[in-house]
């Protein structure tokens, strides 16, 4: 791997070299290439959900540039389920260590149009094509530690992944409590996904609360949730979506237009943790970190 071209993304993100940076394969055959272990519970769950939003931490391979994972003696490696990212990194002959295409501590891009608004400027060129699916990051395992523990939700539930390991360590809420996951993953102390408007997370009773409309009205407010919230009117711009999946698809793009249209507020209703919204609460709580 090209230690020259990894230190180029932490350049054009802005991102802090102690955030370490997931390794994309063609297929899972590759992972030796990075990973110099690969426990039987990893392969289970290689075979099973790869290509897919699923990210293993294992132990790392000596040639593996200290850049990629922040000096940790582990790599975070996955293969994506997107035939034009499979077809680059074929092309390309090599694993690719590769971040979502925003500057650090903005939402993630899910189009090609706010990966040009965040780095057109900084980078040679994207690759133009449709939205991603899911939308949210892939969920990070830790496959180090025994039973294996989620470092970060995503787009694979935990749900999914006990059928294979019904010890699987969920991941905790408070993980930026904890010093040993920090050491363990620490890309989890950075701010991550926060639009420039402020982000308030509420539930669909304080939503509909007069007092709270009325305060809003005097804001350019806009409102993502699963439900009409009381007073539409004080709202610019209201996104009802039908399932936490829709959610979670739209939300950092939600950000982001709220961004362009000059918000200052953005209200988002919070969702049920189970499947998906386990890992959108955690990304509205953090976007939500002043
Ligand atoms: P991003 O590139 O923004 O999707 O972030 C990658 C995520 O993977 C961050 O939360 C990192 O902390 C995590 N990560 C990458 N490499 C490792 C590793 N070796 N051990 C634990 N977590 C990792
Ligand atoms: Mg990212």
């Not at 690969?38 to 392969?43: K, T």
């Not at 290689?46 to 200290?66: A, E, H, I």
């Not at 990212?85 to 979502?100: K, N």
């Amino acid at each position: 791997m090209d230690s020259a071209a990894v230190d180029k993304i932490f350049l054009a993100k802005g991102r802090p070299a102690d955030n370490p940076l997931i390794v994309h394969l063609a297929c899972s055959t590759d992972v030796s290439r990075v990973a110099r272990e690969v426990p039987v519970l990893a392969r289970e769950l290689m075979q099973r959900f790869w290509p897919g939003p699923l990210t293993l931490v294992l132990p790392k391979q000596k040639d593996v540039p200290n850049q990629v994972t922040a000096g940790l003696d582990t790599v975070a490696v996955r293969v994506p389920n997107h035939s034009v990212a499979l077809e680059l990194i074929r092309l390309a002959g090599v694993p690719i260590a590769a971040p979502s295409a925003n500057r650090s501590g903005r939402p993630s891009a899910t189009t090609w149009q706010a990966v040009a608004e965040d780095l057109e400027d900084r980078i040679a060129g994207i690759v133009c094509g449709p939205p991603t699916c899911l939308g949210l990051e892939s969920t990070v395992v830790d496959m180090t530690s025994t039973p294996p523990r989620v470092l970060r939700p995503g787009g694979l539930s935990i749900e999914e992944m006990h059928s294979l390991i019904p010890s699987i360590q969920p991941y905790s809420a408070r993980p930026e409590l904890s010093r040993e996951s920090l050491v363990n993953s620490p890309g989890l102390k950075h701010r991550h996904y926060q639009p420039r408007a402020s982000v308030m997370v509420l539930d669909a009773e304080t939503l509909k609360q007069s007092d709270f409309v009325l305060n809003s009205k005097s804001r350019r407010s806009h409102y993502i949730g699963l439900t009409h919230p009381g007073n539409s009117q004080a709202f610019q711009t209201v996104l009802v979506c039908h399932d936490a999946e829709e959610y979670a698809s739209r939300v950092f793009d939600f950000f982001r237009q709220a961004d362009l249209s000059k918000a200052d507020l953005v209200c988002c209703e919070c969702v049920p943790e189970v499947g998906i919204g386990v890992a959108l609460m955690d990304r509205l709580r953090r976007a939500s970190h002043s």
